[in-house]
Nanobody, 117 residues
């Protein structure tokens, strides 16, 4: 089992920055990839950014150049960060952390990001 705990959401003005954190604990070995999804009201959940165990990253086009995903291993945990800069009102959503391990998907509880214009 993998447990995910997220933090870092909040309310920010357009153009501002936030950093989301997701800490994975438990059976973190063999986690292949971790990422961030988001879901805005009335919209489908979409993949925002992803990082593999090899450190490869990918981003949805709408956040390229503004968001950065990174990963740190420490004390038997993996923490994945999503640094979000130049935030726009359309970035408003609930952001969810995801970990994939051996074909199973583990989700965080979600953290709200609200960007005011």
């Amino acid at each position: 089992q993998v447990q995910l705990v997220e933090s870092g959401g909040g309310l920010v003005q357009a153009g501002g920055s936030l950093r989301l954190s997701c800490t994975a604990s438990g059976s973190i070995f063999s986690i292949n990839a971790m990422g961030w999804y988001r879901q805005a009201p009335g919209k489908q959940r979409e993949l925002v950014a992803n990082i593999t165990s090899g450190g490869n990253t990918s981003y949805v086009d709408s956040v390229k150049g503004r968001f950065t995903i990174s990963r740190v291993y420490a004390q038997a945990k993996i923490t994945v960060y999503l640094q979000m800069n130049s935030l726009k009102p359309e970035d408003t959503a609930v952001y969810y952390c995801l970990a994939e391990r051996r074909g199973y998907y583990y989700w965080g509880q979600g953290t709200q990001v609200a960007v005011s214009s």
